[in-house]
Structures are given as structure tokens and as C-alpha cells.
T-cell receptor, first 111, second 117 residues
Framework: ELKVEQNPLFLSMQEGKNYTIYCNYS?????LYWYRQDPGKSLESLFV?????AVKQEGRLMASLDTKARLSTLHITAAVHDLSATYFC???????????FGTGTRLTVIP | GAVVSQHPSRVICKSGTSVKIECRSL??????MFWYRQFPKQSLMLMAT?????????EQGVEKDKFLINHASLTLSTLTVTSAHPEDSSFYIC?????????????FGEGSWLTVV
């Protein structure tokens, strides 16, 4: 059974601080996705990581993928309140575009 | 703008009735679409893969007779929750993989809130 685990589950951080969210998965996969979800809304695509060592950055967020360690990270730099949301990683287990989601990390950025 | 559209965004139905949710790909064709369910404060769970022209593939533990999926065309998949019960109340989200240059992108619909009373 595929397991996709994120930690922490809850993260409260002050504005201006840095932090990293971790995503571990239990099966071989070369595709890892990161999404943002605001309360009551659907998913907003953040990053698609397609190979070992892939690193992508957009604004204050940077994602990386280590397929050998089965680990992806989402790094937040100098957090701002607008980043408050729930962040999900998701693994494409079979390459067939059906995603298995992590447990989610609820981020709250405190002014 | 949205590339995958769901309808309705919110629906309330009585216990025992059926409700249909539509998922449309806009401006592109999707031979496969996916249906997820998300309970409050939980993650998304893959329910089934919708296949155009053939039967849907359901994940383990998902009742195929309760959650009927029809992929009527290359741009439309529907999920019908039959004999709905309050425990079926949830957020249902569909997705479709992009094509061409967007082949590595998976588009999600806006989601449909189902409340069974």
C-alpha cells in the first residue's frame, strides 16, 4: 500500500521566518506534485517535479525532489501571511496521472 | 480561467436520493479523468479513474454501485452518488491530465460540495 506522509501536519510560523515541509513516500515514483488549498476551495498547482534532483522555485516557495530517498521538500522563505493555507504533496504512483495525496500540512503564518 | 469545470459547486439532497456531479474539460480532450473525495480537514482520496468508452476503475473500498461514473464524451465525466446518505456528505473533486505541452500538468476542477440531509 502506498503511503505518502507529510510533516509537520500543522505549522504555525511568524512572518519573515523560514521553514521546510517534508513529504515522504513509500513507492518508486518520478513524479511529485505540490498543491495549495485554501479553506473551502479546490487545489492550486504549485510545482511538478519530474526527476531526481529536480528543484523548482516560485516566489517564496521552493520545492525539491530526491527520488532515491523518496523525499520531497517544500521550503518557505521569509513567510508572509498570504501563504497561510494547507499544502499537499501528491505522488503519481503509476505514471497514469492518478495521484495519491499526502496527509497535508496546515500552515498558519502569524503577523 | 478554469480548464476543468465542475457542476454544481454546491448541492444539498435528501437522504435516499441520487445526485449527479459533472466534470468537464474545457478546450482539451481527456480520455481519462479522476474523481477524489475529501472529508473536512482531511486529505484527498482517489475514488476512481473514469475512462472514456469503457468502465471506470475503482479504488479499493469504493463501492462502484453506489458511485456511478460515466465518461460520456472526451470532455465530460459524471459522478452519480446513488441512494445518498449523510455520511456521503463531502467535497468531491475531479481532475484531468493536460495534453501536449501541458502533458505533465494535472488540472483540478473547482470541486463540488455535497450535503446529504
Amino acid at each position: 500500500e502506498l503511503k505518502v506522509e507529510q510533516n509537520p501536519l500543522f505549522l504555525s510560523m511568524q512572518e519573515g521566518k523560514n521553514y521546510t515541509i517534508y513529504c515522504n513516500y513509500s513507492t518508486t515514483s518520478d513524479r511529485l506534485y505540490w498543491y495549495r488549498q485554501d479553506p473551502g476551495k479546490s487545489l492550486e498547482s504549485l510545482f511538478v517535479l519530474l526527476s531526481n534532483g529536480a528543484v523548482k522555485q516560485e516566489g517564496r516557495l521552493m520545492a525539491s525532489l530526491d527520488t532515491k530517498a523518496r523525499l520531497s521538500t517544500l521550503h518557505i522563505t521569509a513567510a508572509v501571511h498570504d501563504l497561510s493555507a494547507t499544502y499537499f504533496c501528491a505522488v503519481d504512483k503509476t505514471g497514469a496521472n492518478n495521484l495519491f495525496f499526502g496527509t497535508g500540512t496546515r500552515l498558519t503564518v502569524i503577523p | 480561467g478554469a480548464v476543468v469545470s465542475q457542476h454544481p459547486s454546491r448541492v444539498i439532497c435528501k437522504s435516499g436520493t441520487s445526485v449527479k456531479i459533472e466534470c468537464r474539460s474545457l478546450d482539451f480532450q481527456a480520455t481519462t479523468m479522476f474523481w477524489y473525495r475529501q472529508f473536512p480537514k482531511q486529505s484527498l482520496m482517489l475514488m476512481a479513474t473514469s475512462n472514456e468508452g469503457s468502465k471506470a476503475t475503482y479504488e479499493q473500498g469504493v463501492e462502484k454501485d453506489k458511485f456511478l461514473i460515466n465518461h460520456a464524451s472526451l470532455t465530460l465525466s459524471t459522478l452519480t452518488v446513488t441512494s445518498a446518505h449523510p455520511e456521503d456528505s463531502s467535497f468531491y473533486i475531479c481532475s484531468a491530465p493536460g495534453t501536449g505541452n501541458a502533458g505533465n500538468t494535472i488540472y483540478f476542477g473547482e470541486g463540488s460540495w455535497l450535503t446529504v440531509v
